[in-house]
């Protein structure tokens, strides 16, 4: 359990040094990103998950969402899915419909023997200028170590 707090700890700090909130610009939480993502085998240098996202607005309104996100780096195990929550951030508290649509990057890290957790900071979307800030730890089934970064695409 202590190399799983250790290695959760390792994740946080390589999200943060990767990912700057949207190079430290003026931006507004304009709401959560939930995603739900499908089985994982990890190929020693990379993964693919396949997800369906929801966007909650902090006016109440709702998008949906496919996606596949890659990561390219140490990934090593199989997962059975899990779920990932993001704050979004953006220039605007106006986002137009379907604004998150497009492809994000950053840093990611999971760890996971039987139950583990992960996050996953990303910067992307209309313009490069949507941010998306873990607010909860990935919930994942299976054994897997991953460390590297992250693509999303977002449809």
Known sequence: MRVLRNILWAAASLCICLTPLSAATNVVHVGALTCNTGPSIGLIIGSQQQMNC???????????????INRLGLDVGLTAGGRLVWRVYAPTAGLKGHALAGNYVGGSANASLVVGAGANALVGGSN????????????????????????LTLQ
């Not at 929801?54 to 596949?68: N, P």
């Not at 949507?130 to 693509?151: H, K, W, Y």
């Open 54 to 68: 929801i966007f909650i607005s902090r006016a109440g309104l709702r998008e949906t969402y496919t996606g596949t």
């Open 128 to 151: 490069r200028s949507v941010t998306l800030q873990p607010l909860s730890v990935e919930g994942r089934v299976g054994a897997n170590l991953a460390l590297g970064i992250a693509n």
